[in-house]
C-alpha cells in the first residue's frame, strides 16, 4: 500500500513539474536596456534622421511632458509583438506616474512587425484606431521602400501631433476620419440614443435615472478634465526635466495601442 502511494506522489509531482514547465513560454526576446529617446539596436536608422528624431521627441517632452521612445530591435526570437511591447513598456516605464503619458514605436526587423505601445494616460488621444492609422497610412509605405528612417521619423511625428493635439503635424490620412468611419459612427450613435431612451421610457422612474445619470457623468467629467475642462495634461508638466540621463518616470501602460506588419 505504502508502495502505491509514494509512486502516486510521483506521479503527481512528475505532473505538476511539467504544468510549470508548459506555463513558461518557450520563447522570449529579452527587452533592451532604456539608451535614450532613439533605441536603434537594429542599427536601421541614419545618423542625420536620429538627430531630428530625437530634437523633435526632446522638444516635444519639454512642452507637453509627454514621453516617447523608440525602439528597433533585429527579432522578436518567436515572440508576439504585442506581448513583446508591454514588456518594454512595463520594464521602461515612459510618462509621469501621475499622469502614464508614455509611448513606444517598436519595430521589429527579421518579422517585419510594428507595434505602438501607449501609457494609459493618452488613451484618450492617441486611441487604438489613431495608432492603426499612423502605421498603415505612414510608417508601412515608408518600411516597404526601405526608407526605415523616414518612417520612424514621420511615426513620433505623428504619435507625438495626435497625443499633444498639435494636428498641423499630423498627416492628413491620420487627421481626417474616412466617410465610412463617419456613417458607422453614427449609426452606432443613433441606435444607441434609441435604445437608451426606450429603456428611459419604459422605466416609471426612467426621467430620474436620467438625469442622476446626467449629473453623476458630468461631476465625473469634471473631475477628470479639473476645474477648467481641459486635459489633466498640461503643458507645464514636471516631466521635462528627468536630468542629464533619460528615463521613464513611472507611467502606467494596459496594452492600449496597435500592432502592423510590412
Known amino acids: 500500500m505504502e508502495l502505491k502511494i509514494n509512486f502516486l506522489n510521483k506521479r503527481i509531482l512528475f505532473l505538476l513539474i511539467l504544468v510549470s514547465f508548459c506555463s513558461i513560454p518557450l520563447f522570449s526576446a529579452k527587452v533592451p536596456e532604456l539608451k535614450g529617446r532613439v533605441n536603434d539596436y537594429a542599427n536601421v536608422i541614419n545618423d542625420k534622421t536620429e538627430a531630428e528624431i530625437n530634437e523633435y521627441l526632446s522638444a516635444l517632452e519639454n512642452q507637453s511632458g509627454i514621453q516617447i521612445a523608440v525602439l528597433t530591435v533585429q527579432s522578436l526570437e518567436g515572440e508576439d509583438i504585442a506581448s513583446f511591447g508591454i514588456k518594454v513598456a512595463d520594464a521602461w516605464k515612459l510618462g509621469s ?22 501609457g494609459d494616460g493618452l488613451e484618450g488621444d492617441l486611441t487604438d484606431a489613431k495608432c492603426g492609422l499612423i502605421l ?3 510608417i508601412i509605405p515608408a518600411f516597404r521602400e526601405g526608407d526605415y528612417s523616414l518612417g520612424i521619423l514621420k511615426g513620433v511625428q505623428n504619435m507625438g501631433g495626435v497625443a499633444s493635439g498639435n494636428m498641423e503635424i499630423v498627416t492628413a490620412s491620420v487627421k481626417e476620419e474616412r466617410e465610412e468611419d463617419v456613417n458607422i459612427g453614427s449609426i452606432i450613435a443613433v441606435i444607441f440614443w434609441i435604445i437608451f431612451f426606450s429603456v428611459v421610457v419604459s422605466s416609471k422612474s426612467g426621467i430620474w435615472k436620467w438625469l442622476f445619470f446626467s449629473s453623476a457623468a458630468n461631476n465625473h467629467y469634471k473631475r477628470y478634465t479639473g476645474p477648467s475642462g481641459g486635459s489633466s495634461r498640461g503643458f507645464g508638466s514636471s516631466m521635462s526635466s528627468f536630468g542629464s540621463s533619460f528615463h521613464g518616470g513611472g507611467g502606467h501602460f494596459s496594452g492600449g495601442g496597435a500592432s502592423g506588419h510590412w
Open 97 to 118: 506616474e501621475a499622469e502614464d503619458n508614455g509611448a513606444i514605436l517598436i519595430a521589429a526587423m527579421q518579422e517585419h512587425d510594428l507595434r505602438i505601445e501607449v
Open 136 to 138: 498603415r497610412n505612414v
